[in-house]
């Protein structure tokens, strides 16, 4: 089992910046693919951004391509999503969560362990 805990949201104007953090625990993340997710309010969970297990590949959605930068840290088992130039409709939802294959999948049903979600809110 995967433990992931998320943290690192919060309120912030629109052209600001956030990190987000996902803390994994019970196992190494090593091996696992890692991605974050969002939902906003009324909306399906969708991929923002995928990394491979030695982060040598990431996989961006066109909405944050540019602006948003995933990482690892496997030392730490921690994964990292920096947003930057936030726009009001990046306000969702954001989900971490853990991929046992070894494949930048952006669908939801690859993703074996998830995190609570922490919320991003930016107004404009």
């Known amino acids: 089992q995967v433990q992931l805990v998320e943290s690192g949201g919060g309120l912030v104007q629109a052209g600001g910046s956030l990190r987000l953090s996902c803390a994994a625990s019970?196992?190494?993340?090593?091996?696992?693919?890692m991605g974050w997710f969002r939902q906003a309010p009324g909306k399906e969970r969708d991929v923002v951004a995928s990394?491979?297990?030695?982060?040598?590949?990431?996989y961006y959605s066109n909405s944050v391509k540019g602006r948003f930068t995933i990482s690892r840290d496997n030392a730490k088992n921690t994964v990292y999503l920096q947003m930057n130039s936030l726009k009001p409709e990046d306000t969702a939802v954001y989900y971490c969560?853990?991929?046992?294959?070894?494949?930048?999948?952006?669908?939801?049903?690859?993703?074996?362990?998830w995190g609570q979600g922490t919320q991003v809110t930016v107004s404009s």
């Open positions: 969560a853990a991929d046992s294959t070894n494949g930048l999948h952006t669908s939801a049903e690859y993703y074996d362990y």
């Open positions: 019970g196992r190494a993340i090593s091996n696992y693919v």
């Open positions: 990394i491979s297990w030695q982060g040598s590949r990431t």
